[in-house]
């Protein structure tokens, strides 16, 4: 999916967090972006997939402009079309991994046990399926999100600081999954990131700060 931001900004009040914030995510491309703690990235991310709103500029997807639909429509058009990581996981405590990670499905209408399976074991979590999340180590809960946001094979995903709370060790091999995934699926990823090592993974590396966004 192209994703196409244009001289977007974004205030609380009187402040502003982004200005004039304008790129492009290509197909199959993955950006990340970098930049100081509070500039906005998580912001940034979050209008990206239309969880947030903004003040000025667009936001377009493959020719859908998100800040045109209401909210129902922006929920559907996000159930189809994006994955979302987070850092701090946000796996549901009282589902199993299975059930954790078929949910994107199930919001669509689809059953496909198999297709969890398989995407269970290519995450490296093969026979895991029945775990309650109390039960795994947080590498492995990030590794579940990684399925959950990729199951329904989204053109995007999006991912916010998603090594940001592993070890170095567990941080490379998560991305290494992150990674591996997203190119065999051909989906676009925007990866925000503190970590200069994942950061250099990237196709391309964007800056961001008050006054906007550059590579
Ligand atoms: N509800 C709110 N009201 C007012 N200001 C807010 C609100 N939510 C976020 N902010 C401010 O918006 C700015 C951007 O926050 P955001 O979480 O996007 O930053 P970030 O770049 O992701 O930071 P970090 O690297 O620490 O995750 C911050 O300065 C924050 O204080
Ligand atoms: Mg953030």
Same mark, same amino acid.
């Given at each position: 999916?192209?994703?196409?931001?244009?001289?977007?900004?974004?205030?609380?009040?009187?402040?502003?967090?982004?200005?004039?914030?304008?790129?492009?995510?290509?197909?199959?491309?993955?950006?990340?972006?970098?930049?100081?703690?509070?500039? @906005?990235?998580?912001?940034? *991310?979050?209008?990206?997939?239309?969880?947030?709103?903004?003040?000025?500029?667009?936001?377009?997807?493959?020719?859908?402009?998100?800040?045109?639909?209401?909210?129902?429509?922006?929920? /559907?058009?996000?159930?189809?079309?994006?994955?979302?990581?987070?850092?701090?996981?946000?796996?549901?405590?009282?589902?199993?991994?299975?059930?954790?990670?078929?949910?994107?499905?199930?919001?669509? @209408?689809?059953?496909?046990?198999?297709?969890?399976?398989?995407?269970?074991?290519?995450?490296?979590? =093969?026979?895991?399926?029945?775990?309650?999340?109390?039960? /795994?180590?947080?590498?492995?809960?990030?590794?579940?999100?990684?399925?959950?946001? /990729?199951?329904?094979?989204?053109? *995007?995903?999006?991912?916010?600081?998603?090594?940001?709370?592993?070890?170095?060790?567990?941080?490379?091999?998560?991305?290494?999954?992150?990674?591996?995934?997203?190119? =065999?699926?051909?989906?676009?990823?925007?990866?925000?990131?503190?970590?200069?090592?994942?950061?250099?993974?990237?196709?391309?590396? *964007?800056?961001?700060?008050?006054?906007?966004?550059?590579?």
């Amino acid at each position: 999916m192209t994703l196409r931001i244009t001289d977007l900004g974004k205030r609380y009040a009187e402040t502003p967090v982004f200005e004039h914030v304008t790129l492009e995510v290509a197909d199959g491309e993955f950006v990340a972006i970098v930049g100081e703690s509070g500039v @906005g990235k998580s912001t940034l *991310l979050n209008c990206m997939a239309g969880l947030d709103s903004w003040d000025a500029g667009r936001v377009v997807h493959d020719g859908t402009d998100i800040g045109m639909l209401d909210a129902d429509a922006r929920a /559907l058009w996000r159930r189809r079309h994006v994955g979302f990581v987070f850092q701090a996981f946000h796996v549901l405590p009282h589902l199993d991994v299975a059930q954790n990670v078929a949910l994107p499905l199930m919001l669509l @209408g689809r059953n496909d046990p198999p297709r969890v399976a398989g995407m269970l074991d290519a995450v490296g979590l =093969a026979g895991l399926g029945p775990r309650l999340p109390q039960q /795994l180590s947080g590498g492995q809960l990030q590794r579940v999100a990684i399925a959950r946001a /990729l199951i329904h094979a989204p053109a *995007l995903l999006l991912a916010d600081e998603p090594t940001g709370n592993l070890d170095p060790g567990t941080a490379a091999r998560v991305m290494d999954v992150l990674l591996s995934q997203t190119r =065999a699926q051909g989906a676009s990823l925007v990866l925000v990131t503190h970590s200069e090592t994942a950061a250099a993974r990237a196709d391309r590396v *964007l800056h961001l700060s008050a006054e906007g966004i550059r590579v």
